[in-house]
């Protein structure tokens, strides 16, 4: 048998199974996180062995904003390599884990508030390869995108999240792949090799985020604007911040939180990680 016929196989049987997968924010930070062997991959590749195989990963990435919504849907999606001026060991990786067209179909229709769109153009994007290949290395899980639409503001991520329920019952692990605290131009870049160093801003909006999580105050961390007069310097821009609220709007009443990585790199970027359930 085929390793696609295998793969189809696998997800064909996309069906309730009496197990909630829970659901994960990962902070991925630089996409050398990818293939280095530090804190943060470690743990990404522990938090493979403390959960159920899933059936496919469904990444919500900072990294694709798209006009609409949309849901990758080719059977072999490429590895992207959208950054520049790293080393070229970093050029060559390719990730070669399958799509599923079923999985695609089944989100799509799961989205009762927009007309989300098959997408086969994109692939994946290292806000989803350098934290998955960690987990699943063998590349042996089905992995799909689903698209940020940059138009719409943060209640509409929050509320359409709420639509993707139904996935964590047959067994797809959702992930968004983002950073609490991400601003790219205020990084001092002659500290980044000192350990949890961070700015006096970055890490008390860090805790902020932290308490309001785990509070469950949802509508806070949707008007996130209204937080700290500091919140520009954290979220100058929303897209690495917009995954979390993917997850958040995934959580059920009394489900646990967890926090993990919760480190500052650079002085303006914290690698804090979650997972809800």
């Known amino acids: 048998m085929s390793d696609l016929s295998k793969f189809n ?3 064909s049987e996309l069906k309730e199974n009496g197990y909630l997968m829970p659901v994960f924010f990962i902070g991925h930070g630089s996409p050398m996180n990818g293939i280095e062997d530090n804190e943060f991959s470690r743990r990404w590749k522990e938090l493979a062995h ?11 990435s900072a990294h694709w904003l798209s006009k609409g919504t949309k849901v990758t849907a080719m059977e072999f999606p490429p590895t992207i390599h959208d950054f520049g001026g790293f080393p070229q060991a970093l050029f060559d990786v390719q990730y070669p884990a399958l799509g599923s067209r079923q ?9 009762h508030k927009v007309h989300a769109e098959a997408d086969h153009d994109w692939g994946l994007d290292h806000g989803a390869w350098t934290v998955v290949r960690h987990m699943y290395p063998n590349a042996n899980i089905p992995v799909l995108q689903l698209s940020i639409d940059y138009s719409k503001g943060p209640q509409y991520h929050y509320d359409l999240a709420k639509d993707l329920y139904a996935l964590r019952k047959k067994g797809v692990l959702i992930l968004g792949s983002g950073n609490m605290v991400h601003n790219l131009r205020m990084v001092a870049w002659d500290r980044l090799n000192e350990p949890d160093y961070g700015f006096d801003w970055a890490y008390e909006l860090n805790e902020k985020f932290k308490k309001l999580i785990a509070d469950g105050n949802h509508q806070a961390l ?11 310097l954290a979220i100058p821009t929303s897209e690495h911040y917009l995954p979390l609220l993917y997850n958040l709007g995934l959580q059920r009443a009394n489900e646990t939180v967890s926090f993990f990585n919760h480190r500052a790199v650079g002085g303006s970027l914290t690698m804090t990680s979650l997972r809800i359930g």
């Open 9 to 11: 196989r696998f997800t």
């Open 103 to 111: 999985v695609a179909s089944e989100t799509i229709s799961l989205l």
């Open 50 to 60: 403390e959960i159920a195989q899933p059936k496919a990963v469904l990444v919500i």
């Open 222 to 232: 949707i008007n996130f604007n209204t937080i700290s007069p500091d919140i520009k």
